[in-house]
């Protein structure tokens, strides 16, 4: 065999299911529902247009994103140094795991969680442990330790599946006992009350990446970003693809981030449809945990023992498609993208169909 033995022998990471037929809906990979800010379009445009760009797409981009990097600082108080951008937050992971951790070191991540951490770490050749959180989605006191070789922690916050989130004095006392690097994923943290970019510059040591897939509907764009402290940026910088970011994503991820008209309206409306969401299940006898992010964790207590599967079968037989997933030790459920109203009041319907087939039947939902 030609590959790398850690190559050969992972699995690989596994995207989320992509529609097979027209008309499904996707409520299982956590993609914004509605259209992105119409000034991110006008940028793309702006840039395809030769006659207002002599250049157009004949030259290469910058290769910072200085645009971006400027946006971002002005936006969140902070200095342009401080901002690293990628093609994707999964860019930005990379550039993280390639810079820190060398071949057979340690890096530490909670279970259950994004689970592109491992994949990291194999392609990486190091090691990685999974600490679990408890069955109110906090983390013991061994997710903070000190050990040899450990290199990298990844926190997301948000956390998928569950949405919850650990306090920013939690993060900063578990940062102040690590050795190493703590990875603060903020994928879905404009979807939270509170954010921890303010806490680059509390600890030497806390990183906080982000994305515009999410909040600001661009996920085919391909845009994520990181603050950290100016010394950590400038060796990342060694690490990154030389242009990373391409002139499109970087016209319109700039535009993106400054139209924050639309990004807070947009906001009120996924929080409010997800309020509608998690007491809609919890009507439905759902364990909901509440949820910062835009997606809910939904659990039945009667399936502890048997599967949420055949709910996740039902729903793709009917057009739509959730997350299942199953953490072994850590029980599986449901993972549900908060959609328009009108997706959720379909979903919904379906689940309450299925729930009442199953109680008026005697089997597992009683």
């Known amino acids: 065999m030609y590959e790398r033995p850690e190559i050969h022998a992972m699995a690989g990471y596994v995207p989320g299911e992509q529609p097979k037929r027209n008309g499904t809906v996707k409520l299982n990979t956590n993609e914004n529902p509605y259209r992105a800010s119409e000034k991110a379009y006008d940028a793309i445009r ?119 989130v650990l306090s920013k004095g939690t993060i900063l006392e578990i940062a102040e006992r690590l050795p190493c690097p703590l990875i603060v994923d903020e994928a879905y943290a404009d979807f939270s009350e509170f954010h921890c970019i303010d806490l680059v510059s509390q600890r030497e040591n806390i990183i906080v990446t982000r994305t515009l897939s999410k909040a600001y509907a661009l996920a085919g764009l391909r845009f994520g970003y990181l603050f950290a402290p100016p010394n950590l940026v400038e060796q ?85 498609l959730v997350r299942y997933m199953n953490y072994g030790v850590s029980g599986d459920g449901l993972r549900i993208s908060v959609g328009t109203d009108e997706q959720i009041d379909e979903c919904l319907a379906l689940i309450r169909q299925f729930v009442s087939t199953e109680i008026s039947s005697g089997t597992s939902l009683t």
């Not at 006898?285 to 659990?299: E, K, L, R, T, Y």
């Not at 009667?302 to 709910?311: E, Q």
């Open 46 to 164: 702006e840039i395809c247009d030769s006659r207002n760009n002599a250049s157009g797409l004949s030259r290469y981009p910058n290769p910072p994103a200085q645009p971006f990097r400027e946006a971002a600082a002005e936006i969140y108080g902070v200095e342009p140094e401080t901002v690293l951008c990628g093609n994707g937050s999964d860019d930005i992971l990379t550039i993280l795991t390639r810079t820190f951790v060398g071949s057979g070191e340690l890096i530490r991540l909670p279970r259950p969680s994004y689970i592109l951490y491992a994949s990291l770490a194999e392609i990486q050749g190091a090691r990685y442990e999974e600490i679990l959180f408890d069955e109110n989605w906090r983390l013991p006191p061994a997710f903070a330790e000190a050990k040899d070789g450990l290199k990298l922690v990844f926190l997301p916050n948000p956390n998928s599946p569950s949405g919850t």
């Open 236 to 320: 990342m910088l060694k690490v990154k693809d030389s242009y990373n970011c391409d002139a499109l994503s970087i016209a319109a991820a700039t535009a993106a981030i400054c139209d924050t008209e639309w990004q807070q309206e947009n906001r009120r409306t996924i929080l409010a449809t997800r309020k509608r969401l998690t007491e809609g299940m919890r009507t439905l006898g759902f364990a909901v945990p509440d949820s910062q992010a835009n997606f809910i964790w939904c659990v039945h207590p009667s399936l502890k023992t048997a599967s949420h599967k055949p709910i996740y079968e039902y729903l793709k037989q009917n057009g739509y």
